[in-house]
């Protein structure tokens, strides 16, 4: 096996299933292929740049890369393309992974599916009628379908996390800087948007977090997560196990999934208890859209071009953020202060807290999001309830495959740790991985 033939490799398959799933949605063969040829004279040399020197990988497609525009779905950006890659994509080029192409998302990647009027709509490989998720959904349905096995993401409130689960993968979101930022698309939601691996594995996902992770100078949160990495597992970690958060619906076969999948990590050593959530997390409710409100009208301040291609409800949002009043930012500030001081308090009596992924397994795929879950009626981030306080925390979370529904559906739970207890949670997560009782599935495209 060479980086040629697993190239060659990875564009047939992109072109057998990509037409049925529109995951990758922008394509660099040429360069892709010579890259893989340079990659194998390393190898024939014995010199590979790193473990994923000749491995494929796709790329979000609201993350800089040089060679191909960066449209963040949206069709103003149709031909954006700025003069080099942010520095995830350089530290990936960097490793000599190679780079197939841009995966699909939503407009401004800020809702959980995947749909947009400029590359159309994402399908789960698992029911091409159901969504993946979002608003990494491209990156997830490309490995789910075997394109590529790894995908480069982002996670702002759970985009990386919930399209794992509902795709059957492993999806790390890491602290706040464990993964430099410089050089990308505007930030619409503070520092909560953070870049990590998608994968079929705990080990694969751990590679590409390797090659990611560090400081740079151009990010000063990257030096406070690298100073705050944490100490080696312990045995027993004391879990902490949240089936739902003030009593907000969870699909019934979810919750019985992530139930089992909680009692795994006794069988490997640890002492799990079952409880609510010990933390405030109310203020989230009217936070959440306020945030990405303002920072839409603050994108189209500074890109009134940008403004002329986005879709209505985009310019609603925005037009909502531009009536919100200095003093409620500050608000949402100090609340989010205070999450993080609370969190910071509540893991110096448990190391991991563990819940479900997703609330609701994946809905058709043109819709927004589920209006019910388990016969109630949610909002649009009723499905997202266990992720997004996480990235206003600034903690990382870890999403893993917990079985199926009796559909084949796949199921997520999800594992959050202390800033900067990345680690702590990936080898959780290979341990837990051993244990589990389900086999490595793939669905039939």
């Known amino acids: 096996m060479t980086p040629r033939a697993v190239a060659e490799a990875c564009l047939a398959r992109l072109d057998m299933v990509n037409p049925r799933i529109n995951a990758v949605i922008a394509r660099r063969d040429d360069v892709f292929l010579d890259e893989a040829d340079a990659a194998t004279e390393r190898y024939r040399a014995g010199k590979p740049l790193s473990v994923l020197d000749g491995v494929p990988v796709s790329v979000k497609d609201n993350l800089v890369t040089a060679d191909q525009a960066v449209t ?11 003069a080099r890659d942010e520095v995830p994509v350089a530290r990936l080029r960097t490793a000599g992974a190679l780079i197939v192409g841009k995966t699909n998302l939503p407009e401004f990647a800020l809702e959980g599916y995947t749909d947009n009027r400029l590359f159309g709509v994402t399908s789960n490989p698992w029911n091409l009628a159901l969504t993946p998720g979002g608003s990494s959904g491209g990156a997830a349905a490309g490995i789910a379908a075997g394109i590529t096995p790894l995908a480069l993401a982002t996670d702002g409130g759970g985009s990386i996390r919930r399209p794992a ?73 004391r879990i902490l196990y949240v089936p739902t958060i003030a009593g907000a619906p969870v699909d019934p076969e979810i919750a019985a999934s992530c139930t089992s999948a909680a009692k795994l990590f006794e069988s490997v050593g640890h002492v799990v208890d079952e409880g609510e959530m010990p933390l405030n997390l109310a203020f989230m409710t009217e936070t959440w859209p306020l945030i990405g409100q303002i920072g839409l009208a603050r994108l189209f301040e500074a890109h009134p071009e940008w403004r002329d291609g986005a879709a209505p409800k985009y310019l609603d949002m925005a037009e909502a ?17 205070r999450l993080r001081s609370e969190c910071a308090a509540f893991f110096e009596t448990y190391h991991v807290l563990v819940t479900p992924a997703a609330a609701a397994l994946p809905w058709p795929a043109r819709e927004a999001y589920p209006p019910t879950i388990a016969g109630q009626t949610v909002g649009p981030r009723g499905h997202a309830v266990f992720t997004g306080w996480v ?37 959780l997560g290979e341990a837990y991985e051993a244990a589990a009782p389900w086999a490595d599935r793939w669905p039939d495209l």
Not at 72 to 82: E, I
Not at 204 to 225: K, N, Q, V, Y
Not at 418 to 425: E, M, N, P, S, T
């Open 72 to 82: 963040w779905g949206s069709p103003a950006l149709r031909a954006y393309r700025p």
């Open 165 to 237: 689960s509902h795709c059957g993968l492993v999806g790390l979101k890491p602290s706040i800087g464990a993964v430099a930022r410089a050089g990308g698309l505007p930030s619409l939601l503070l520092d909560f948007e953070v870049v990590g691996p998608l994968a079929r594995t705990v080990a694969d996902a751990r590679a590409m977090f390797e090659i990611l992770r560090g400081p740079c100078a151009t990010d000063w949160r990257s030096f406070a997560a690298s100073g705050a990495r944490g100490a080696p597992m312990q045995r027993p970690l």
């Open 321 to 337: 953020g531009t009536k919100q009043a200095a003093p409620r930012l500050w608000q949402a500030l100090e609340d989010i202060e």
């Open 391 to 427: 990235n206003a925390a600034g903690l990382p979370g870890l999403a893993l495959p917990a079985g199926a529904s009796s559909t084949g559906l796949p199921i997520g739970i999800q594992l959050i740790g202390a800033y900067g207890a990345d680690d702590l949670l990936l080898n």
